[in-house]
């Protein structure tokens, strides 16, 4: 199973800017589905952003024109950028690599890195 750390979480204001990172181990994660998720208080986790093998992207509505999600093969993990954050952005970020159907793996998940956003 994949490995999965996270980083670049923290305490920013409204407005401001923020980069999180993944990086894999215990496989090449370039032809898994890379995923960002998010867990605010009281709520339950949901999708953030998407990249597949290709490039191609997923991003839920709420962070649309915001947030970009990118490949690192180079570190072979994933980053979320962030820009112009909101308070509603506060969440504890998961990454997610779900592999393809002919590898033999399991969906794998991070421990997770708390975002807070507040004046």
């Known amino acids: 199973q994949v490995q999965l750390v996270e980083s670049g979480g923290g305490l920013v204001q409204p407005g401001e800017s923020l980069r999180l990172s993944c990086a894999a181990s215990?496989?090449?994660?370039?032809?898994?589905?890379m995923g960002w998720y998010r867990q605010g208080p009281g709520k339950q986790r949901e999708l953030v952003a998407t990249i597949g093998s290709a490039g191609n992207t997923n991003y839920a509505d709420s962070v649309k024109g915001r947030f970009t999600i990118s490949r690192d093969n180079a570190k072979n993990g994933v980053n979320l950028q962030m820009n112009s954050l909101k308070p509603e952005d506060t969440a504890v970020y998961y990454c997610?690599?779900?592999?393809?159907?002919?590898?033999?793996?399991?969906?794998?998940w991070g421990q997770g890195t708390q975002v807070t956003v507040s004046s």
């Open positions: 215990g496989s090449i994660v370039s032809l898994y589905v």
């Open positions: 997610n690599a779900k592999p393809p159907p002919w590898v033999a793996d399991t969906v794998s």
